[in-house]
Nanobody, 124 residues
Framework: QVQLVESGGGLVQAGGSLRLSCAAS????????MGWFRQAPGKEREFVSA????????YYADSVKGRFTISRDNAKNTVYLQMNSLKPEDTAVYYC?????????????????WGQGTQVTVSS
């Protein structure tokens, strides 16, 4: 089994920054894609960002492009999401996910494992 654990969420004022981490443990794969999704109250889960195994390919939702940066450290089996210039609209539970592939994807259906989520709240 694979376990994904998110951390780094919290309360921040608009314009501030947070850095989320997601650590994978258990029987991980030699190569895998990591992604971030979020779900706000009353909303569907939406794609935020994803990164290839090598880190050479990244995807971002238009709503976060230019503000968020995804990165990974394969030696630590960890993916990060640096979130800058946060807006109240970014308030959501953020989930990390793993895909058993070299290549990233934007659809939640492409991912095999999910973390429990970490709350991010941005106040005005």
């Amino acid at each position: 089994q694979v376990q994904l654990v998110e951390s780094g969420g919290g309360l921040v004022q608009a314009g501030g920054s947070l850095r989320l981490s997601c650590a994978a443990s258990g029987r991980t794969f030699s190569s895998y894609v990591m992604g971030w999704f979020r779900q706000a109250p009353g909303k569907e889960r939406e794609f935020v960002s994803a990164i290839s195994w090598s880190g050479g390919t990244t995807y971002y939702a238009d709503s976060v492009k230019g503000r968020f940066t995804i990165s990974r450290d394969n030696a630590k089996n960890t993916v990060y999401l640096q979130m800058n210039s946060l807006k109240p609209e970014d308030t959501a539970v953020y989930y990390c996910a793993m895909r058993s592939s070299y290549y990233p994807a934007r659809s939640s259906y492409e991912y095999d494992y999910w973390g429990q989520g970490t709350q991010v709240t941005v106040s005005s």
